[in-house]
């Protein structure tokens, strides 16, 4: 006797179960694959499209996500779950206003529970009510004192207000994120001692722009606290760090670790220096191109202004670039040659737009950073967004204009076209999110009138 075949229900209810289980052991592929197996054989329901949205965000498709999670709320209305879900989606796509939306709705059907809070204190912040944001962190807290990421965040918060002193003492939270464990050393962490006849390693976390930002923070220990300091820090910035005042040793990550009595990441600094606002080390140049090179542009003294551009950064945690053609605005401005210091695929672009004459690559000649800098100290000005370009461009003391989203990061503060980490950087942020319009605008009127200063002069 031949077994009855199944029927399209149970064919997806089979195909729903292959799906769930390929999606919790990380096959997202196959997981949606077989999730649309089970919507063609006519499978309504929440969670299938719930689970469905969730894999498509994994894979940056946010957009199928965002319908996928309102086909779920249309079966099942009081899910606090696919609310939530729904506003992360929006918060990637930086939709704030709808983000906020759907995160409150969460809160609500979910009766505040901590997650449902924390999610709504990410998007608030991001809508630019960093406040609000603090108060969400904190009910978080209330009821869930070890939630590691919102410590974090609401670190952040405070950075991103200013309050350096408790956001610096905060900021140590991020040792509890599962992404960057503590760092186990056989020397104990210094706590500020006088370091007369010791020796101190700092050593490397984060990333480029980071390491870039708090090196400032060296010449200061040395000062105060005298001792040895030896600097530890990724390959590419090597060269670069040997100019920094105060640094005895350079080494690269993944080296032998020489002797040293202490050791403290580099990013602890500002707390154990108690940093405010207002003690903020900010002199520049606190970087310095090695000196002698032979990197020379060979350009004609009397050519306009030379501008350096950067538009496009690393995708996570947050892709900061702006479209290539945005830069192609400024091209038109007479006397203003502009050169790409862009390093990556992205570089690409200049040849995709037809514009190598235009803005001539230089990034196939930058090394290391000591390469960049040799290059930006024979610039008149550099653009790029939100990147490690923008913190090696302030720290050598450079004429730079930086790119902010909406939401920008926690280092630009708010509502400020300065910044009091670099005195030679002005901030051109977006009024609204998504769009570069305004700031491209303002960049080009801004460009025109330097140059007509130029000519002036």
Same mark, same amino acid.
């Given at each position: 006797?031949?077994?009855?075949?199944?029927?399209?229900?149970?064919?997806?209810?089979?195909?729903?179960?292959?799906?769930?289980?390929?999606?919790?052991?990380?096959?997202?592929?196959?997981?949606?694959?077989?999730?649309?197996?089970?919507?063609?054989?006519?499978?309504?329901?929440?969670?299938?499209?719930?689970?469905?949205?969730?894999?498509?965000?994994?894979?940056?498709?946010?957009?199928?996500?965002? /319908?996928?999670?309102?086909?779920?709320?249309?079966?099942?209305?009081?899910?606090?779950?696919?609310?939530?879900?729904?506003? *992360?989606?929006?918060?990637?796509?930086?939709?704030?206003?709808? +983000?906020?939306?759907?995160?409150?709705?969460?809160?609500?059907?979910?009766? %505040?529970?901590?997650?449902?809070?924390?999610?709504?204190?990410?998007?608030?912040?991001?809508? &630019?009510?960093?406040?609000?944001?603090?108060?969400?962190?904190?009910?978080?807290?209330?009821?869930?004192?070890?939630?590691?990421?919102?410590?974090?965040?609401?670190?952040?918060?405070?950075?991103?207000?200013?309050?350096?002193?408790?956001?610096?003492?905060?900021?140590?939270?991020?040792?509890?994120?599962?992404?960057?464990?503590?760092?186990?050393?056989?020397?104990?962490?210094?706590?500020?001692?006088?370091?007369?006849?010791?020796?101190?390693?700092?050593?490397q976390e984060q990333g480029f722009g980071d390491m870039l930002q708090?090196?400032r923070f060296v010449p200061l220990i040395k000062e105060r606290f005298?001792?040895?300091?030896?600097?530890?820090?990724?390959?590419?910035?090597?060269?670069?760090?040997?100019?920094?005042? &105060?640094?005895?040793?350079?080494?690269?990550? %993944?080296?032998?670790?020489?002797?040293?009595?202490?050791?403290?990441?580099?990013?602890?600094?500002?707390? !154990?220096? /108690?940093?405010?606002?207002?003690?903020?080390?900010?002199?520049?140049?606190?970087?310095?191109?090695?000196?002698?090179?032979?990197?020379?542009?060979?350009?004609?003294?009397?050519?306009?202004?030379?501008?350096?551009?950067?538009? +496009?950064?690393?995708?996570?945690?947050?892709?900061?670039?702006?479209?290539?053609?945005?830069?192609?605005?400024?091209?038109?401005?007479? $006397?203003?040659?502009?050169?790409?210091?862009?390093?990556?695929?992205?570089?690409?672009? !200049?040849?995709?737009? /037809?514009?190598?004459?235009?803005?001539?690559?230089?990034?196939?000649?930058? $090394?290391?950073?000591?390469?960049?800098?040799?290059?930006?100290?024979?610039?008149?000005?550099?653009?790029? !967004?939100?990147?490690?370009?923008?913190?090696?461009?302030? %720290?050598?003391?450079?004429?730079?204009?930086?790119?902010?989203?909406?939401?920008?990061?926690?280092?630009?503060?708010?509502?400020?076209?300065?910044?009091?980490?670099?005195?030679?950087?002005?901030?051109?942020?977006?009024?609204?999110?998504? *769009?570069?319009?305004?700031?491209?605008?303002?960049?080009?009127?801004?460009?025109?009138?330097?140059?007509?200063?130029?000519?002036?002069?």
């Amino acid at each position: 006797m031949s077994e009855e075949k199944p029927n399209r229900e149970e064919l997806a209810i089979r195909h729903f179960n292959t799906a769930a289980k390929a999606h919790r052991e990380n096959d997202i592929d196959l997981a949606i694959e077989h999730y649309g197996h089970a919507i063609s054989l006519g499978m309504e329901s929440a969670d299938l499209y719930n689970n469905l949205g969730v894999a498509l965000r994994s894979k940056k498709r946010q957009h199928a996500a965002i /319908g996928c999670y309102h086909r779920a709320i249309q079966l099942k209305p009081d899910n606090p779950g696919a609310y939530s879900n729904l506003g *992360n989606a929006y918060r990637d796509l930086a939709r704030y206003t709808q +983000a906020v939306r759907a995160h409150r709705k969460s809160v609500a059907l979910a009766k %505040g529970t901590p997650e449902s809070v924390y999610n709504l204190g990410l998007a608030i912040r991001d809508f &630019g009510k960093v406040e609000e944001s603090i108060t969400c962190f904190d009910r978080v807290l209330d009821a869930r004192p070890d939630h590691g990421e919102c410590k974090w965040d609401r670190a952040i918060s405070f950075l991103q207000l200013g309050d350096y002193e408790e956001g610096f003492k905060q900021y140590e939270a991020r040792w509890l994120l599962a992404r960057t464990p503590p760092r186990p050393m056989e020397a104990p962490a210094w706590d500020g001692g006088d370091l007369e006849d010791k020796t101190l390693l700092l050593y490397q976390e984060q990333g480029f722009g980071d390491m870039l930002q708090f090196v400032r923070f060296v010449p200061l220990i040395k000062e105060r606290f005298g001792g040895k300091i030896i600097l530890e820090c990724q390959p590419p910035l090597v060269r670069l760090f040997q100019s920094v005042n &105060g640094v005895d040793q350079v080494i690269p990550v %993944g080296a032998p670790l020489p002797e040293h009595d202490f050791a403290t990441p580099l990013l602890s600094l500002p707390k !154990i220096l /108690g940093t405010t606002l207002e003690t903020l080390p900010n002199q520049v140049p606190y970087i310095r191109a090695p000196q002698p090179h032979t990197m020379r542009l060979n350009t004609p003294p009397d050519m306009g202004l030379k501008v350096g551009i950067v538009w +496009a950064g690393k995708m996570t945690p947050r892709d900061r670039s702006c479209p290539y053609t945005q830069m192609l605005d400024l091209l038109d401005i007479p $006397g203003v040659h502009f050169y790409s210091l862009q390093r990556d695929e992205r570089a690409g672009d !200049i040849d995709k737009f /037809g514009c190598s004459a235009l803005s001539p690559n230089l990034g196939d000649r930058m $090394g290391d950073f000591a390469d960049t800098a040799t290059i930006m100290e024979q610039l008149d000005l550099i653009i790029t !967004i939100d990147s490690a370009v923008a913190h090696l461009a302030g %720290g050598l003391g450079c004429q730079v204009w930086t790119l902010l989203l909406y939401a920008s990061d926690w280092r630009w503060l708010m509502d400020r076209d300065d910044s009091p980490w670099y005195p030679t950087m002005r901030l051109f942020r977006q009024q609204e999110p998504n *769009n570069w319009d305004s700031v491209f605008t303002n960049v080009k009127m801004a460009l025109e009138q330097l140059m007509e200063e130029k000519n002036q002069a």
